[in-house]
Every structure is written in structure tokens, then in C-alpha cells.
């Protein structure tokens, strides 16, 4: 199982970004997918998550409302759109692949998969 993730980069606050997660030998449409990031110094932290089959999503209070995690699952990847960023938004983003909803969204232990990691960097 490979999840190859992208779209990281710099921006300056305010900006959007969109990130990507490719999922090969996965069978995709039956896992929930998730996105977490950790900042330097920092433990890696939940994000955001989409369930499969019913779509729901779920935030951290951090991003909610300038977020969105949106999945397709024709082209086995999920997506996070940043929008308005913020300085606090710098971090290594990792997406996840997960099967049991719960834990993916109340931690980062027992996560089936990860991808590599992309850079995201917001100048204040």
C-alpha cells in the first residue's frame, strides 16, 4: 500500500492551498481517510477525516471552517483545501487510511496506513 501525497509548498496567510493523496493497492472505497500534520516540535495532530460510503466528514476546531476534505474514490485519492491560512498552519501534512472511524479520528495509534508527509508553510 503506497499513499503519495503533494501540493505542500509556501504561501503567505490568507492563501489556499490544496493537497492530494494518491492510494495504490488499497482498496479505497473502504477505508476512511484522514489528514493529520505535525509542526516542528510538535506531536503530529488529527486534522481532518472523511468515512467512506456515507462521505461524513469531521474537523479539528482548529481548521473548521477554512478546511475541506472531499474524497474520490474513481481516482483513489482525497483531497484537503486549505483556505485562509494561517502562520499555526505550518506543518508536515500526512494523510491516513484507516478502517475503524474511531480511530482515526481520536488519534494517531493503530492507523492502518500512512502517506510520506508534504510541506505546508504559511508566512505570516
Known amino acids: 500500500v503506497q499513499l503519495q501525497a503533494s501540493g505542500g509548498g509556501l504561501m503567505q496567510a490568507g492563501g489556499s492551498l490544496r493537497l492530494s493523496c494518491a492510494a495504490s493497492?488499497?482498496?479505497?472505497?473502504?477505508?476512511?481517510m484522514g489528514w493529520f500534520r505535525q509542526a516542528p516540535g510538535k506531536d503530529r495532530e488529527f486534522v481532518a477525516a472523511?468515512?467512506?460510503?456515507?462521505?461524513?466528514?469531521q474537523y479539528s476546531d482548529s481548521v473548521k471552517g477554512r478546511f475541506t476534505i472531499s474524497r474520490n474514490n474513481a481516482e483513489n485519492t482525497v483531497y484537503l483545501q486549505m483556505n485562509n491560512l494561517k502562520p499555526e498552519d505550518t506543518a508536515v501534512y500526512y494523510c491516513?487510511?484507516?478502517?475503524?472511524?474511531?480511530?482515526?479520528?481520536?488519534?494517531?495509534?493503530?492507523?492502518?496506513?500512512w502517506g510520506q508527509g508534504t510541506l505546508v508553510t504559511v508566512s505570516s
Open positions: 493497492e488499497l482498496t479505497f472505497s473502504r477505508y476512511h
Open positions: 491516513a487510511a484507516e478502517r475503524v472511524w474511531s480511530v482515526l479520528t481520536t488519534g494517531t495509534r493503530n492507523i492502518d496506513y
Open positions: 472523511i468515512s467512506w460510503g456515507t462521505d461524513t466528514t
